[in-house]
Structure formats: structure tokens, C-alpha cells
């Protein structure tokens, strides 16, 4: 829903340089590892008697998203802009502590050699909530029959009650999640040793998960941390313009909603699963070696159509493009964050490699509309392609240090 709430804020007469910066809302998923050690170690009263340690934090989230959603639902962000913005923040950190403990559930219910079945599962689902947010939000817009034709200034077409009907349906929409959790098994519990005081529960549950990261990979974790740091840099960049993009080149809520619900569904089950099934073959280092160089080559296609115009067809060959490669490098990298992380600190460690790879290309995406301001967006799109070339190297090296 973040994603989609740029869509909405432009359309509602915001600038591209706030919607940049707005974006750092994301940032919470950046620092998910400051409370990761509460989630692995930390029971809910009387939730976690009930449904196990990952399922009670699991369901708190998402009741807590489904909560927030209806907050921004209500808010008019032409007139209510702070109250959006506390809601999405609440929505954010809420969404952050559900991929915490929902990674943790996924690494320790199996073991290390179907981890890359499990990500192009897990990619798959991610990918079409993704979509259903980008796309199914723009089911109450939609209905209202609102299109934003070329020509027409943002904010002239906005309808609050459309995109109040939108959020509401997304906020329903997690009820899937919450009777998927209510009705799974709880995983298999890790014990460890029971702490004897207050100082060595923060030692286990604060130093342990680095220190034992550091321990296992000496010299390389450096190198590893890098990767991690910026593999995705090119598409969080470019995804936070992807919306405004769409909504400045003339495209209409239901072309876009009709190319990613369809074209974008496809490709992006053919990206997960292709990725899982190249990573299970080929090894995980060679398929991320491919999911950069096509991360980066997809960011080439927006600045193409961005000088092309208003083209349905031309924007169904991109969208399938760019969700096909994300899907392949996703599913790749989540594999591989998965091999490094230790069941034993399963929550902290993979809290703290997702927020990695999060932390700087979020930060950097919030100056990416004062650029598309300053520039154009055909210039942004082939820059953000060639943040991408760092990641090359570091996956070239990162395999040479790792053989």
C-alpha cells in the first residue's frame, strides 16, 4: 500500500519532490532489526500461550495493519496530509514486524536445501499482494470511472471516496492472512537456554545474533554485507517514481491496474519460479549474478517508454519485463539471505539482512523525485539503471571470496 500511496498523492496535487521524500516512510523496514530480537524472544501475553511464538506476532501485525489502512482510508490527504502520513508510518512498522516474524516462520520450517523452493514460494505471494495493493487498490478509483487524461493537471480528477473505498478493501483484504495464520502450524520452537537475569536476556537476545553472524563468516562478512546492502538498490529506487511515472505519461487507474493485474501476475510467477527453480540447479550466486544484470537492464526499458509516450502496449512489454526480473532476482536473493542466516537467531539475523538491504536504497529513493524534477524521468530511469553496475562487482567478488 505504500506503493500505491504515491499513486494516490500525486494524483490528490502533491509534487514529486514530496512524494520522494515521503517515501522515507519506508525506512522502517530499514531498522526492523532494532526490534527483531523482541519479536524472536519476546512472548504476547496470552497470544503466545495460544498460537505459538511466530503466529501470535504474525496476527498482532497484521490486525494492527488492517487497523491502520482504515486510518488512511478516512484521511483526506489534501487536507489531512499529517494524519496519512502517521498512518502509513503506523502501517509501515506494523508490515515490518510481520516480515520479521514471518521470515523467521518460513527459515525454520524447513531446512536449508528446500530454502530456495520456499523463497520462489514466498517471492510468489509477496509479489501478488504487491500487485493486488498496485492494482486491486485501484478498484474503488476505478468504479468511480476517474481517469487522468494528458493534459490535465494532478489533483483535478482526485476523488476521496473512491480511495476511501480502496483502502477499505485492502484493509479487508488482510483478513486472508489473519485465517492463513489462525489455521497454519506453528513451526517447530528452537529452544535455547533459559536466561538468569536481565543482563544475560539482552546478551542473547542483542549481541548473540551479530556475534554469531560475525563469527561463522570472519573476513567475509564484510563482503556480505555490502551485497546485501545494495543488491536491490535499482529497483527501490526507481519503484518510488514507478506510480507518478504512470500518472504524468496520461496512463488511466484501469490500464494500470489491467497491465500489472494481468501481464504483472504472469511474469512475476514466471520470475519467482524461474528464480527458485535456476537457484536449485545452477547455485544461488549465478542466479544473482543474472537477477542484477536484469534489475538494472528493465530500469533501461521505463527511460525508453518515458521518450516513446502514452503507448498501452508498450507499457505491458515493460511492466512484464520488470516483474519478470524482479521475480528471478528476489527469489535468488532471498534464497540467499535465507543460507546465512542461523535457525537458532532466525528472526534477528534475516530482520537484520532485509533491513540492509532496505536502509540505503530507501534513503536514497527519497531524493528521487527532486531529481525527476530537477532532470527528467527518462534521465532518473537510466541513472537508477546504473546504480546497478556496483552490484555486479560485488556479486563477482562476493562469489570469488565465497569459492
Known sequence: MLGTLSFRLREAGLDRTTIGYLSWVGLAYGFKWCWAPLVDRLPIPLMTRALGRRRSWLLM?????????????????????????????????????????????????????HQGALAATYQTGYRIAMIWAGAGAEVGPAVSAVVSPVGVAPGALYQQAAWTTAYLV??????????????????????????????????????????????????????????????????????????????????????????????????????AFLGGALSMRLGVMRVLMLGAVLSAASN???AWLAGHGHDVTALIAVISADNLSAGVASAAFIAYLSSLTNVKYSATQYALFSSMMLLAPKWLAGFSGA???????????????FLGLPVLVLVWLATRVRA
Do not use: H
Open 61 to 113: 501485525s497484521q490486525l494492527a495493519i488492517m487497523a491502520a489502512l482504515v486510518g488512511m482510508a478516512l484521511a483526506d490527504p489534501r487536507t489531512q496530509l499529517t494524519l496519512v502520513v502517521w498512518c502509513a508510518l503506523a502501517v509501515a512498522f506494523a508490515s515490518a514486524t510481520q516480515d520479521i516474524a514471518l521470515d523467521a516462520f518460513r527459515i525454520e520450517s524447513a531446512d536449508a536445501s
Open 170 to 271: 485492502m484493509s479487508a483484504s488482510m483478513l486472508v492472512g489473519v485465517l492463513t495464520v489462525l489455521f497454519t502450524r506453528e513451526p517447530v520452537r528452537i529452544e535455547l537456554p533459559p536466561a538468569r537475569n536481565a543482563a544475560e536476556w539482552l546478551r542473547s537476545a542483542l549481541v548473540e545474533p551479530f556475534a554469531d553472524f560475525l563469527t561463522r563468516y570472519g573476513k567475509q562478512a564484510l563482503m556480505i554485507l555490502a551485497l546485501i546492502g545494495v543488491y536491490r538498490i535499482s529497483d527501490i529506487v526507481m519503484g518510488i517514481m514507478a506510480n507518478p511515472f504512470y500518472v504524468d505519461m496520461g496512463y488511466t487507474k484501469d490500464e494500470v491496474a489491467a497491465v500489472t493485474k494481468v501481464y504483472g501476475v504472469i511474469m512475476t510467477l514466471v520470475g
Open 300 to 302: 533501461l526499458l521505463f
Open 371 to 385: 531529481f525527476v524534477d530537477a532532470y527528467d524521468y527518462a534521465t532518473f530511469f537510466t541513472a537508477t539503471a
